[in-house]
């Protein structure tokens, strides 16, 4: 298995592995209770985690097959 696969696992454990520990209402973050700003944190990570494996994997390389 590739080390960039590794990376698929991150937001698996941000979400689900950290979320009994930031299970509060306050702070409030950006207005929002703390526990739906990391929700909508981890989505957008989620996205640009994925968007650095996409770049780094070496099957969506173009060459000169």
């Known amino acids: 298995m590739k080390i960039i696969y590794i990376l698929s696992i991150v937001p698996f454990i941000g979400i689900l592995g950290f979320l009994?520990?930031?299970?509060?209402v306050e702070p409030f973050v950006l207005g929002m209770p703390f526990n739906i700003f990391?929700?909508?944190m981890w989505t957008v990570?989620?996205?640009v985690i994925l968007g650095?494996?996409?770049k780094l994997?070496?099957?969506n390389q173009e060459g000169d097959e």
């Open 52 to 54: 650095i494996m996409y």
């Open 57 to 59: 994997d070496p099957r």
């Open 20 to 24: 009994p520990l930031v299970n509060r």
């Open 45 to 47: 990570l989620t996205s």
């Open 38 to 40: 990391w929700m909508a």
